[in-house]
């Protein structure tokens, strides 16, 4: 039953991962033009970020309650945040925004 809970609350993460990855990727790449695209885009990154919040936190408990102690983030997981970090647009990278020039006033 340990490895059931452990094996569904990796897949949800596993799957907010990509997803944190994908969408803003997918924006940059296609370069959308109307601005209801680029809200769906954002959308789904949040979607997914909310995701990898849950399924952390779940992490959290079921290490708390079947393990008895909290999970250390280190190593491979602080680089795969790194990335999901850097990819989804954080640190002064937009990719949502990558085609569109700010108004400027005359």
Same mark, same amino acid.
Do not use: C
């Given at each position: 039953?340990?490895?059931? &809970?452990?094996?569904? @609350?990796?897949?949800?993460?596993?799957? =907010?991962?990509?997803?944190? @990855?994908?969408? %803003?990727? *997918?924006?940059?790449?296609?370069? %959308?033009?109307? *601005?209801?695209?680029?809200?769906?885009?954002?959308?789904?990154? =949040?979607?997914?970020?909310?995701?990898?919040?849950?399924?952390?936190?779940?992490?959290? @408990?079921?290490?708390?309650?079947?393990?008895?102690?909290? %999970?250390? &983030?280190?190593?491979?997981?602080?680089?795969?945040?790194?990335?999901?970090?850097?990819?989804?647009?954080?640190?002064?990278?937009? %990719?949502?925004?990558? *085609?569109?020039?700010?108004?400027?006033?005359?």
């Amino acid at each position: 039953m340990v490895n059931l &809970v452990y094996s569904v @609350i990796q897949l949800l993460h596993n799957l =907010g991962a990509a997803t944190v @990855i994908a969408a %803003p990727m *997918t924006a940059w790449g296609i370069k %959308p033009d109307a *601005t209801a695209t680029e809200y769906q885009f954002a959308a789904v990154t =949040g979607l997914g970020w909310t995701v990898q919040l849950l399924s952390g936190v779940s992490f959290g @408990i079921a290490s708390y309650y079947i393990k008895g102690q909290l %999970p250390e &983030v280190e190593g491979v997981a602080l680089a795969a945040l790194f990335v999901r970090f850097k990819g989804s647009g954080f640190k002064g990278s937009e %990719p949502l925004n990558r *085609t569109r020039q700010s108004p400027t006033a005359d």
